[in-house]
Structures are given as structure tokens and as C-alpha cells.
């Protein structure tokens, strides 16, 4: 049922996936692939893992999003792209005699991966630049015969992951080469100036690379193929049963192509806002580009990552977290550092990350996210509320104990219940800087009232994700902050005169709530909000085409109970309006 409505989600991605994205928004190929996880021993690297790094290293890492002095904003390892710097092949070629990362140390990565609290690496073999980080006989282009280096890097990270006890894995690009005849996107003509097909690059470069790949580096536990495009099925059915015939335990990648895949990988850097069955994986990178841009000093905290990590172990997903090693091998410290200091965070609190279940609320909660181990609750605070309380809504399942977590030690709370909700008398400071983590012991598996309730204490956003919608539409839209710095919302627009989104709240506390709206749109709009069958209030605000949250006004619960809250747009430009979420924060 939920596959289903993401399946729905990515559908209407395609129809509505524009804003300047062209090409680039069409090669991924299905983004959902039937999920199966052939026999439990694949699927045990996700149930246990839930973690590991993403490495985007290569070529490009040594031109860092700047050519010729000009600095290029975006992803950096598609930097030679024609939507790039548009760096002609030959020339590109020609920087590898400059590529001499001697600063990398692939038991440095490989530590790293491990104290962070990741379970495996993946790095790229190949990206669509066409070259190999390996010693490949099948192709030249390659770190070992193209520069000055000469060293077989991916032979040092898979040998350093076994030293260290992690697994490892690589990122193939099987459709795109953009340097070798017959790739996708690469040269037409070959060395010879003869034509040259996809077939000349399948056999003489990529099928050579996977067999390479999955069969020299010892135990692999996944390939990564990408952006399929329209590869046809024939090459794909090929690759992947190289992968199994070399590696019968590896896992593929969803965006293989054709449904081949074993998982499923979401749309890059964003985490799902609800649960998600099945095998799947979210990927992200520790500032806004995957390969190494010189710039980018936008560094995700260790808090942040440990949300990100949290909401998608409590979604049901595995989460792979990128960095992009310099030109010279190095990792950015600053990557580093908030790698090393999360990590602390999980050895502390391992019990919350690994081996858990998703949130049986099906969606994040106001202060936090909820990850299961059996009878046992983790709740994670990422807001710790200063008013003394915690509220849960809608746990139906009795609860024994429910302890503050303080590394091994751990302080008795009160539980009171109350219509409905479980209150929790907490100390009025959080115990950790970073997430702080309180367990709740339940008298058997959890059972819960998945409905949104409106925290009496804090603010309760609503994505319109839970919204019910009629007479407007509601869909997945994609746009690219940066060249391939993707942005996801799904939004509610194009609204008929009697069109509406509807939430259902539980409310604990009766009385005047301030309803705010996040939204983008042109001009000014007027926006209604109505309790069905109590009171309406209105507003005109302004918009822009960013999405921003306007103030409404109060709005009145007068008794403990349900409620449907619906939303209107009643005057303005209603066609493009855009309505992300409602927000609602009880007066006191
Ligand atoms: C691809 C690559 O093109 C990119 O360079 C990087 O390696 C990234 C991890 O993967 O880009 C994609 C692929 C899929 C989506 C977006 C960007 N997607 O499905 O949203």
C-alpha cells in the first residue's frame, strides 16, 4: 500500500519535474523497482546497516568545479559536461597527467567510515567521465596508466575496509561515458573516425569494467549502476547477472534500470516523510555536491546528519552519506569532523540506529523520530521542549518503563496518560548537545493511532504529504537548487474554486491555536482555513516563488478530540499557488 503511493509520487514527478532540468530529470530510470529481497542475506546488509558512506572521487575531484579560472557552481563531477564548463574530450583527458592524489590514505577513509558509525563504503569505480579510479586492462583512462600516481587506490580502500572490518562496494556508470565512443553522451566516432555504437562501448568497455570490478576487489557488497536512461534491457540483464554470477551476495542498485535492481535508491538528498516498505536506501552528501567542488563550504552538522540518519532508519531505510575527497586524495576536515562527532553520538547510542524498525507513527513527530527495537521505543528529541513535558499521541500500547537515556546510565521517568496521549515529565534541559534519546519499555509490540496530533507544548508542521486533496492537485515537484543540487517538495496547487486540502488532528488540549502556511505562488493570495463543522478564519499574504511560511491567524479547537482542518485558496493567482504545509501552534 505505501510502495504504492510512492510509486503514485514518482509518477507525477515526471510530468512535473521541470524548472531547467532538462535531460537531466529523465535518465534515471524507474526510480522504484519491484522490491525483493532475494534471500535474507542481502537484505541483512540493510536490516543491520541502516548506515554507510558515499564516495564520489575521481578525475574531476582535481579541477574542483574550476577551469580555467572560472569556478562552475553545481556538481562537481559533471563539471566536463557540455551544461558544464563543456570541456571537449581530448582536453579533458589531458588533465590526468595532473591527477597525483598523494595525500590519499585509504586506511585514513576506511577509519573514518568506521568511527562515523558506517557499516560499509561505496565509492565510484567510474563516473560518467569515463574514468576508471582502478588499474583497468580493459580501458587505458584509468588512475593507474593516466597519471603520475600509478597506485590502484581501490585495491588500498577494499584491503583497508577488510583491516578495519567494514564492507565495500562500488559506483559503476554503466549508461553514461562521455569519453568513450559509443557512451552514452560521449563521442560518435571512434579512434579511427568510424561511427561508433553503444554495442562498441558495452563489450570493449563496461561489461570488461563490471567483470573487472566485481571480480578482482574481493568481497563486494554492492554495485551501484546509475542514470540507466534508455539503456536497453539487454546490457542491463547482462551486467547484472555478471554481478550475481561474481558475487552472488552483492546487491544492485535500483538505478541499474528495468526493474533489475534488488533495492530501491529515493531521489538524491532527500528523506521520505513517510515510511517506506521494502529494501530502499536515501543517498545525501555532507555539503551540496557529491564530487569535491573548492567552494563548498556548506558542511551538514553532526546534529544534522544524525536527524537525517535517524528519519530515514525510522522511515525504514538504509542512509549513505557522501563526501568527495580533494584532487590531492585528502578529506575535507570539516566532513571529517562532523562525520567523527556524529559517530560518538552513535556509539553511545547504538541501540537507536542499528538493527531498528521504522517509527510505527509512519511519519516524523514534532520533537523528534521513533525507532523500534522489538518491545522497546527509541525516541530521539531533536527539539527538546523547555516547558518540562514530552507528549506522544496515539500509543495504544501499555507502557512498563520509560527511562532518559544517559550513555549507560539511565533516570526513571513519569508516564502520565491522558485521552489518548502519554505525557512524559522530562527535565526542563536536554541531557545531550545533540539528540537526546529516551526508551520507552511497551508491554508487548508497539501499537499506535497513526493521526497528527497537535503538540500542546511546541509547533506541529503538516506537510500536505497527509493531506487529503479535492478540487486541486497534489504531486512530487522536483527543481534544482545548484546544477544538480536536487529540491523536492510535494505541493497542492492548481486550485478549483471549491477545492480544498484536508488534514485530520487529534487535539489534547482545547483552545486558540495560531495556524501558519508554507507556501509559493505569485502576488497575493487569500488563504482560508476552516474546523469542519466550527470555525473559519481568512487572510491575504503575500507570496514568492520560494517557498515561505505566512501567519494566518487563530483559530479555535473548543473541546479534546478530532478534528478535519481544511485549506483553501480562495483569491489571487490560485492556479500556481503552492501550498507545502500548515503549521500549528497552540496560544498559552
Ligand atoms: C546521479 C549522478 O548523475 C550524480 O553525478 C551523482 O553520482 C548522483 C549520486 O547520482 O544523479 C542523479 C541520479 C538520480 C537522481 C538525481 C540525480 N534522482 O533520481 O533524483
Not at 500500500?1 to 510509486?7: E, G, H, Q, T
Not at 534491457?233 to 544492485?252: F, I, M, S
Not at 531533536?382 to 518540562?388: D, H, K, L
Not at 550513555?407 to 496521549?421: H, L, T, Y
Amino acid at each position: 500500500m505505501k510502495s504504492l503511493v510512492i510509486a503514485g509520487l514518482f509518477a507525477s514527478m515526471a510530468v512535473s519535474g521541470v524548472f531547467g532540468a532538462e535531460g537531466m530529470d529523465t535518465m534515471w530510470g524507474q526510480a522504484c523497482v519491484k522490491l525483493r529481497a532475494r534471500d535474507a542475506k542481502r537484505g541483512q546488509l540493510f536490516a543491520d546497516g541502516n548506515y554507510a558512506m558515499f564516495i564520489h572521487w575521481g578525475l574531476y575531484s582535481h579541477l574542483a568545479n574550476r577551469v580555467n579560472g572560472k569556478t562552475y557552481y553545481g556538481i562537481a563531477e559533471w563539471i566536463m559536461h557540455e551544461r558544464r564548463a563543456g570541456i571537449p574530450v581530448a582536453e579533458y583527458k589531458q588533465f590526468a597527467e595532473q591527477f597525483n592524489p598523494t595525500q590519499f590514505n585509504a586506511l585514513e577513509i576506511a577509519q573514518l567510515a568506521k568511527d562515523a558509525g558506517m557499516k560499509y563504503i561505496v565509492i565510484t569505480a567510474k563516473h560518467h567521465d569515463g574514468f576508471a579510479m582502478y588499474h583497468s586492462k580493459a580501458d587505458a583512462f584509468n588512475i593507474v596508466d593516466a597519471t603520475p600516481f600509478k597506485r590502484d587506490p581501490m585495491k588500498e580502500l577494499a584491503q583497508a575496509c577488510q583491516t578495519v572490518g567494514i564492507g565495500f562496494g562500488f559506483y559503476y556508470s554503466h549508461n553514461q561515458d562521455w569519453t568513450f565512443p559509443g557512451g552514452s553522451g560521449g563521442p560518435k566516432l571512434d579512434e579511427n573516425g568510424q561511427p561508433a555504437t553503444f554495442d562498441d562501448y558495452f563489450e570493449k568497455k563496461c561489461l570488461p569494467q563490471v567483470k573487472e570490478i566485481t571480480s578482482e576487489y574481493g568481497p563486494i557488497e554492492l554495485v551501484w549502476f546509475d542514470t540507466p536512461d534508455k539503456m536497453p534491457k539487454k546490457y542491463v540483464r547482462q551486467l547484472v547477472d555478471v554481478v550475481h554470477r561474481n558475487q552472488p551476495d552483492t546487491l544492485v542498485s535500483s538505478r541499474a534500470g528495468h526493474g533489475l535492481g534488488d533495492y530501491q535508491t529515493l531521489g538524491d538528498m532527500e528523506v521520505p516523510p513517510e515510511n517506506v516498505e521494502g529494501l530502499w536506501e536515501s543517498v545525501d552528501t555532507t555539503n551540496d555536491s557529491w564530487g569535491y567542488a573548492w567552494y563548498d563550504e556548506n558542511w551538514k552538522t553532526p546534529k544534522e546528519i544524525l536527524k537525517r540518519l535517524i528519519a530515514c532508519v525510522a522511515r525504514g531505510g538504509t542512509y549513505m552519506l557522501n563526501i568527495g575527497p580533494g584532487g590531492d586524495g585528502s578529506i575535507p576536515e570539516r566532513a571529517a569532523n562532523s562525520l567523527r562527532r556524529s559517530g560518538e553520538w552513535i556509539r553511545k547510542y547504538p541501540q537507536v540506529v542499528y538493527g531498528t524498525d521504522a517509527s510505527p507513527w509512519q511519519h516524523a513527530l514534532p520533537w523528534g523520530d521513533v525507532t523500534v527495537r522489538g518491545k522497546k521505543l527509541f525516541l530521539s528529541v531533536f527539539a527538546w521542549p523547555a516547558t518540562g513535558n514530552l507528549y506522544l499521541p496515539g500509543l495504544k500500547t501499555h507502557i512498563r518503563s520509560a527511562r532518559l537515556l544517559h550513555g549507560k546510565e539511565a533516570v526513571p521517568i513519569k508516564v502520565q496518560s491522558m485521552g489518548g496521549w502519554i505525557k512524559l515529565r522530562i527535565p526542563r534541559r536536554a541531557p545531550e548537545t545533540l539528540v537526546s534519546v529516551i526508551e520507552l519499555d511497551l508491554v508487548g509490540p508497539p501499537q499506535v493511532d497513526a493521526v497528527w496530533g497537535i503538540d500542546p507544548d511546541g509547533e506541529t508542521e503538516i506537510s500536505v504529504d497527509f493531506a487529503a486533496v479535492k478540487g486541486a492537485v497534489k504531486e512530487s515537484r522536483r527543481w534544482m537548487e545548484k546544477f544538480g543540487e536536487w529540491k523536492r517538495v510535494t505541493q497542492v496547487t492548481s486550485w478549483e474554486p471549491n477545492g480544498r486540502a484536508t488534514w485530520e488532528v487529534d487535539v489534547l488540549v482545547p483552545g486558540d491555536c495560531q495556524v501558519d502556511l508554507t507556501y509559493a505562488g505569485e502576488g497575493r493570495l487569500v488563504w482560508g482555513v476552516t474546523v469542519e463543522g466550527g470555525q473559519s478564519i481568512r487572510n491575504q499574504q503575500n507570496a514568492s516563488h520560494n517557498y515561505q511560511r505566512f501567519p494566518i491567524g487563530w483559530l479555535h479547537f473548543p473541546a479534546r478530540g478530532r478534528y478535519q482542518v481544511s485549506v483553501r485558496c480562495l483569491e489571487g493567482q490560485t492556479q500556481t499557488a503552492s501550498l507545502k504545509a500548515i503549521r500549528f501552534t497552540p496560544i498559552q
